[in-house]
């Protein structure tokens, strides 16, 4: 229980004030055993929902407010990070996870191989201090995921998360219009290894010489006769055999920096590598879906360095290789020729290439200006014993300079695949 009458820093506790089972910064969420945080928003100040958090019964609200319940101090924020400093102090392990692509597929096959706690989906400043309070004096160790797509921002994450471990997955074009190039990229997330430890995927060893790396070939924690179908990835960690039902390459080597973080805590790498055969990854990120043609939802994002592992994948796996391909992301000037590059790849690796929306015919030969039209050709396309790959940059994402960039929800294109096969 979160107990505000014990806090790590000065607060006028209202006397109505009572333990919560964790905390929220979004009012919706608050309830009788979750409590509530005021911050600032880039809209509205969280204090304007205090009210409302209050009548849902929150067992107290952290703000600046004299209100009922209150845990006043000057500034919530502040307030906020400092205890989750405090509560991270008393975690034997915490695991901090960086990359430009596969963060939240290492997050999952680590967290399983340590039998650890680990972050949503949703890996804000705020969500990852909520997060360390509620779990900071758990037993078990804590794996978090830590984005950035601002210059300072991985220096502000490593002084709140603290990490033991410190690992990047990878090193590309992603949020350049916020760095600018690969090596500012690759200095700003490299900060997450002046943890005590720090490991390196083997895309992004070139960047990080003489760091203790992990993947597939020449690794210092290395997989061996890795095996890539349809049904499975498999391989051999040391003389543990492991099996991915539904994986990647990608996944795989997520699952060997799971087994390699399992052999530096001390525990038996038999034990995890069973753990990992059911590890599941939220959707749009790389799901293997079979049927009388095989579906590859790799929909939630996109970067060129992940587009080119997913038609590495897709490649792979046999039969006749279909990819559809969406705009990506936050890549500055350099957009137009990163997606041709892209592009060419896919028409390297993909049969039948389709793009959609901006971009479209950069990405593939058969171009379309929306996914509906998109998905009157690929429905006539698709056939039986065919593998087709779903990719882009979905949502909207905002630049430095707060231009809106629109992605292309091609999760809509995986659900039509689906009922076109029939599924349910």
Known sequence: MLDP???PFDAAV???ARPAVRLTWDSREAGPNVAFVALPGERMHGNAFVEAALAAGAPFVLTDLDAPRAVRVPDAQVALFAWARAERA???LV??????VGKTTA???AAAALDAHFMPVFNTMPAIACFLIEFGRSARPLVVEMGIDRLGEMRELVDLVRPDVGVVTSIGEAHLEAFGTVETIAREKGVILEAPRGLVGVQASPFYPGRDTYGFGEATFAGDALQVSAEAAAFVYGEVPVALPHASKVQAEAAVLGLALAEVAGVPVGTAAERLAGVSVPGGRYRVLP?????IDDAYNASPLSVRAALDALAALPGRHVSVLGRMLELG??????HAQVGAYARQRADVTFGVGAFASELGERAHATVPDLLADLLAEVRDGDVVLVKASRGISWAPQRRAQEGVGLDTVVDALLRARGDA
């Open 107 to 109: 997050k999952a096959y």
């Open 90 to 92: 008393h975690n034997p």
């Open 95 to 100: 695991v901090g996870i960086t990359g430009s």
């Open 333 to 338: 000037d350099t957009e137009r020729e990163l």
């Open 14 to 16: 209202h006397p109505e």
């Open 5 to 7: 009458t014990a806090l």
């Open 291 to 295: 049927g009388r043609f095989t579906v």
